[in-house]
């Protein structure tokens, strides 16, 4: 269970965000001032801090400048007046995470909780190389394709370079760029993963670089981007190759000159970040077509770490399929399961997964669900295979064309359940679109949808989406 350390002085909004927070979930220890929170800082393993900024005695500031030096990994939230936005602004400055204005709105609240404990993850849980330990994040496997990957991360970790990582979705580049950052000389910094894809690209310079009052209609305040927040730590760039031109032109300008230029400012504001970027577009044909910059793909290729799809190394597969099984095993309450049947992980290595390591995944916890205990053999695979691997329609493709596919499928006895599959398949394309027009904010699309947010939390598990997009 996540824990987060609330400092309030304020005993009923302290009890109210308390109450917010437990009914998502969340373990909460409370401190009625600065100097009972530190103390609680220290002997509690926290994923996120919440902190008011004026309370008596010690400042909010004083508590962000005293846990960024002895926990620079630990995000702290800090919750302001209207007035003390410029303070807050300045505590962003100092290693803040974020601000967010007193009282908050419980759904904007809940969210910003999200997406810090998710960054707190990023930092804080390790990834292991070629281990099967499950519990833990971990990129599996032996083959060549596999060991000249860990030897790359390793080659480049400690070196100051950009890395670009390609692959196929879902090959693991998020876990290969957390395994660079982890073990680098930045590991004790900041880590911020941005999603280009999953932003509105009108707001994903903002989300980057930050901006000025007035710099568009809704920028009523100072913001600070992610690149000063990950100052002296590391950022990583998702989806590098979906980056608009004229985004692509200002991050070309930060790796060139290491400063930024907030929207709407005219200060140029010197940052130390290293860069990681992933994509899995073929930028060399982006860059014939005019759709990617030729200098900024050499800014960011100063090491290339290129993943290789699943088909590539179907040896890896039994590891793969022996870690996950250990893994959900544990998750759905059975700590023992049975392992797969020489022939069915046989069938399991004939297939060519288009999604990847997350597909396989997805079939694998679904299998588990369905033997309730008892072997895994090759027919059960092929009922969670149907199961999981839902079809998707075409982008010129009509839902009248789209169904007679699904049904020409299983007449061929390649497809079991069209209805559900139909369901599937467009519930996906939904929740994906939606989580990704909210920017990752689960209670707003969730009200867009008509759900409540532990559904939508359930459904983007369901379906191997990130919080905010349709995966890496």
Known sequence: MNKVLLIEDETSLAAALQRVLEIEGYQVVSASNATQGLAAARDG??????????????????????LHDSR???????????????????????GAYDYILKPPDPPEFLALIDKAVANSRLMSEPVDLGKARPAKDAIIGSSRGMQNV?????????????VLIRGETGTGKELVARAIYQHSNRAHKPFIEVNCVAIPENLLESELFGHEPGAFTDAKSRRIGRFEQANQGTIFLDEIGDMSPGTQAKLLRVLQNRTIQRVGGKDLIPVDVRVLAATHRDLETAIR???????????????????????????????????????????????????????????????DWPGNVRELRNVVRKALLLSRGYSINRELLERALAQTSIPRPAGDQTITGFISELLARARRGE??????????????????????????????????????????????????????????
Do not use: C
């Not at 620079?72 to 505590?91: D, K, S, W």
């Open 150 to 162: 860990y030897k790359e991360i390793g080659r480049v970790a400690a070196m100051p370079v950009t």
């Open 289 to 351: 077509e005019k759709h990617f910059r030729e200098d900024l793909y050499h800014r960011l290729n100063d090491a290339v770490i290129s993943l290789p799809p699943l088909r590539e190394r179907r040896e890896d597969i039994p590891d793969l399929v022996r870690y996950f099984i250990e893994r959900y095993g544990v998750e759905l309450g059975s700590p023992n399961p049975s392992m797969p049947t020489g022939e069915a992980v046989g069938y399991l290595q004939q297939k």
């Open 415 to 472: 497809l079991e359940n069209v209805q559900l599959a139909l369901t599937e398949a467009v519930e996906r394309e939904l929740y994906a679109q939606a989580i990704r027009l909210a920017n990752g904010d689960q209670t707003r699309a969730g009200t867009w949808i008509g759900v409540s947010r532990p559904t939508m939390r359930e459904k983007l598990l369901k379906y191997g989406l990130h919080r905010s997009q349709d995966g890496t």
């Open 45 to 66: 393993d926290f994923q996120v801090v919440v902190t008011d900024l004026k309370m008596p005695g010690v400042s909010g500031m004083e508590v962000i400048k005293t």
């Open 72 to 94: 620079p990994q630990l995000p702290v939230i800090l919750m302001t007046g209207h007035h003390t936005t410029e303070a807050a602004i300045e505590a962003m400055k100092l």
